[in-house]
């Protein structure tokens, strides 16, 4: 009767552990909309350095995407 006690008590723990594993792993935090996205950061990364003017152009394609973005959202 313990020995049957015993593999009840293990499989118990290890079926726990096993659901609280695949729970810690599936939560996905929500992200903040205005942070930039994967897509957005891998381009940046790849940018060269770029003259003041150019930069200024990205910046305000990239607000401007960010509005159009928060519209959409909006609605």
């Known amino acids: 009767m313990g020995d049957l006690f015993l593999r009840f008590v293990l499989t118990l723990v290890l079926a726990t552990s096993c659901v609280l594993t695949a729970l810690a792993d599936s939560h996905q935090p929500k992200g ?16 060269e ?19 159009e973005n928060k519209e959409v959202n909006s609605e």
């Open 32 to 47: 903040d909309p205005d942070l930039p996205s994967a897509a957005m950061l891998e381009f940046l990364g790849d940018l």
């Open 49 to 67: 350095p770029v003259d003041e003017e150019t930069w200024r152009l990205l910046e305000h394609h990239a607000l401007k995407d960010v509005a």
